[in-house]
Nanobody, 123 residues
Framework: QVQLVESGGGLVQAGGSLRLSCVAS????????MGWFRQAPGKEREFVTA????????YYADSVKGRFTISRDNAKNTVYLQMNSLKAEDTAVYYC????????????????WGQGTQVTVSS
């Protein structure tokens, strides 16, 4: 059974930082691209960033470029999202997801999803 478990969310002031983690189990982690998505109240889930299986390729939404950094540790089956210079508009539930196809990483067509972790940025 595949499980993706996010952690690290919380309440932070605008301009602050948070680091999210997502631990995967039940799959061969190094064979999956990993992505982070977010969903704000009343809005659709949107792509944030993704990283290829080896970590050599990453992709970011324009809204987070230069502020967020995705990384992974295949030995720990973990993907991270370092979020700096947070803004109120970053407030959302953040989800990690796994896909065995790089071509779909900006879409919702992932194979597995976590339950999400809440990030709230106060202005």
């Amino acid at each position: 059974q595949v499980q993706l478990v996010e952690s690290g969310g919380g309440l932070v002031q605008a301009g602050g930082s948070l680091r999210l983690s997502c631990v995967a189990s039940g799959l061969t982690f190094s064979r999956y691209a990993m992505g982070w998505f977010r969903q704000a109240p009343g809005k659709e889930r949107e792509f944030v960033t993704a990283i290829k299986w080896s970590g050599g390729n990453t992709y970011y939404a324009d809204s987070v470029k230069g502020r967020f950094t995705i990384s992974r540790d295949n030995a720990k089956n973990t993907v991270y999202l370092q979020m700096n210079s947070l803004k109120a508009e970053d407030t959302a539930v953040y989800y990690c997801a796994a896909s065995d196809r790089w071509v779909v990483v900006t879409t919702l067509k992932y194979d597995y999803w976590g339950q999400g972790t809440q990030v709230t940025v106060s202005s």
